[in-house]
């Protein structure tokens, strides 16, 4: 059990890290909304389930770990419409890819708007 | 020193780097992003320090963080295709 808990903290820091480093070295900003996002869903959850399991295996009733869920829940579902709807605006606002993107699907529809 | 001690300084240490995006991010969506992740860094660590003081307000406070990162991302949003 307590290794349960030591191997989902470290899976929550090293996501916590990779999503650092992604955002310090990823060239636009989309790319570093994609490495953001799974930061917070996997570094976060998982150290935050690992409280959780953490405080059944010391034997106490589970009410910090419960809050914890409802809160990993919370961010579960506001995290990923956050990124959504910032990535969106900033291409319709105009910000550039990078130089080396190779896809933009959305770049006939946001032409068509725009022609009317 | 506990693990949860180990973990809260290293990710303290994560977002003070991530300070060097907020101050030197080339456009302001970087320092969107950059401030949105520290927020978010900073919640997960008030949650671990609750855990280990055992006093269930620090649970508060990251929620509030938490809900304040996803307003200010909302607003950002609107506010830069000039609808707010």
């Avoid at chain 1, 490495?35 to 399991?53: A, Y």
Wanted: hydrophobic residues 55%; aromatic residues 12%; positive net charge.
């Amino acid at each position: 059990m307590q290794y349960i808990v030591w191997f989902l903290y470290v899976v929550g820091a090293f996501f916590n890290f990779a999503g650092v480093v992604g955002i310090l070295r990823m060239p636009d900003p989309y790319c570093k909304l994609q490495t953001s996002t799974k930061n917070i869903t996997l570094g976060g959850i998982s150290i935050m389930l690992g409280l959780f399991v953490n405080e059944i295996y010391l034997g106490l009733f589970p009410s910090f770990g419960l809050k914890f869920l409802l809160l990993s829940l919370f961010m579960l579902i506001t995290n990923p419409t956050a990124s959504h709807v910032l990535a969106r605006s900033i291409y319709y606002a105009g910000f550039p890819l990078w130089h080396k993107s190779v896809t933009d699907h959305l770049k006939a529809r946001k032409e068509a708007e725009q022609r009317g | 020193m506990s693990a949860e001690m180990i973990l809260m300084i290293f990710l303290l240490a994560l977002s003070v780097v991530l300070l060097y995006r907020v101050v030197a991010g080339p456009t302001d969506p970087d320092r969107i992003i950059a401030i949105s992740t520290v927020s978010a860094i900073v919640s997960v660590v008030l949650a671990v320090y609750a855990f280990q003081v055992r006093r269930s307000i620090y649970v508060d406070i990251a929620l509030a963080v938490a809900l304040l990162d996803f307003i200010m991302v909302l607003a950002y949003s609107r506010y830069i295709r000039g609808e707010l």
